[in-house]
């Protein structure tokens, strides 16, 4: 039996074999005291580091004077995943596939111990693993923000008696990928000719390609008033949001509800969805979950590597589509309600400002001095 720190101590029970020799049992107990008497605990744990941290985390409580809280303790990893889940179904977040690919991460590292164990030095392990893995840091970030909202759930509900501090990683790896004109005309002629319409509603409106414009459905256009519309709740931050129909957009649209009216008496039924393939299908379904078509990724995928431009993703239409509003002069306050920014410091994390924008800046000092 070794000493801890303190006035407890950490140890396996002795116990005698069938054959009446003396071993010692796999699990670690603590012993420490409370109020004058003795009070034995299992760890459940094989680890005698888990079994120390356990015991400080005992002896910090009794040194506040705080009663025990036997629901925290029991608390597990799967415990706390159950409340994010039903968190997500309540709220009717649509993000849940995200959020599952980052609970096997951490499930891999705190599922074999209890929340009550947790604390910065396992938090801090949990993210050199994961860097060392080659993790980007935004995704190591997402995680961690994953847990923090798993412990701050049981918390509310008493299954979390303390909530470890979780520090974030500074965010290093920002996306500044821009298309130009000439980068997205070779996009654009790499494509198949049903998926070019969103790609070009992408980077005029900026919106989220998978989620934002593939989803759209024809109520959703209002070509005779002007209007391109997300609904409350269709967005990431669940604020409808409008796009007017500028001249560049209407001719898209208008052209791609004329290829739709013609597809329509192809086929004998209406199709709901603005973009689909050239068979009617949609882009963008709903099965247990949002996701964009194998189709589009496919199509995707071989135009970009057929224009020379791997790496990129959609998400470059958002950062293109903000700074050609901006270089238009649109004030800074509308082309977030358009693109759907939530705060300026997205923007700056995005690098709005390119290289050309910067040189136009310069000119623009030169001319006036």
């Not at 420490?32 to 034995?40: C, H, S």
Request: hydrophobic content about 40%; glycine content about 8%.
């Amino acid at each position: 039996m070794r000493r801890s720190p303190g006035t407890g101590s950490v140890y396996r029970p002795a116990y005698r074999s069938a054959s009446g020799e003396p071993r010692k049992g796999r699990l670690y107990w603590i012993r420490y005291r409370v109020g004058g008497q003795t009070k034995l605990e299992a760890t459940k744990t094989a680890n005698r580091q888990d079994a120390e941290r356990l015991l400080r985390q005992r002896l910090a409580r009794v040194d506040r004077g705080e009663a025990s809280l036997p629901v925290a303790e029991r608390t597990t990893f799967e415990d706390l995943r159950v409340l994010i889940w039903d968190d997500y179904a309540v709220n009717g977040r649509r993000s849940l596939t995200r959020v599952n690919q980052a609970l096997v991460h951490l499930q891999s590292h705190f599922a074999a111990t209890r929340a009550a164990t947790w604390d910065l030095e396992r938090v801090q392990g949990y993210t050199s693993d994961r860097l060392e893995d080659g993790a980007a840091r935004a995704t190591v970030n997402y995680e961690l923000a994953i847990l923090k909202r798993m412990l701050r759930l049981g918390h509310r509900l008493g299954r979390v008696d303390r909530l470890p501090y979780i520090p974030m990683l500074a965010n290093q790896n920002a996306r500044t990928g821009f298309f130009e004109k000439d980068t997205l005309g070779a996009l654009l002629q790499a494509l198949p000719p049903d998926l070019r319409p969103p790609v070009r509603v992408a980077y005029l409106t900026g919106w989220r390609l998978p989620s934002e414009i593939l989803s759209r459905q024809w109520h959703h256009v209002d070509l005779k008033a002007g209007w391109l519309r997300l609904e409350p709740g269709e967005t990431k931050s669940g604020e409808g949001r409008m796009f007017p129909l500028i001249p560049a957009l209407l001719t898209v649209l208008r052209a791609q509800r004329k290829a739709t009216t013609a597809l329509e008496l192809q086929l004998g039924h209406n199709v709901a969805t603005v973009f689909h393939t050239a068979t009617g299908s949609p882009l963008f379904y709903r099965t247990d979950r949002w996701q964009v078509s194998t189709y589009f990724r496919k199509g995707w995928k071989e135009a970009v590597t057929e224009a020379g431009l791997e790496g990129r993703i959609p998400h470059d239409f958002r950062r293109s589509a903000t700074r050609n509003l901006l270089r238009a002069g649109v004030s800074l306050p509308a082309v977030m309600k358009m693109v759907g920014w939530e705060t300026t410091a997205m923007l700056r994390r995005y690098a709005i400002a390119d290289e050309s924008m910067l040189r136009e800046a310069g000119e623009k000092l030169a001319r006036l001095r």
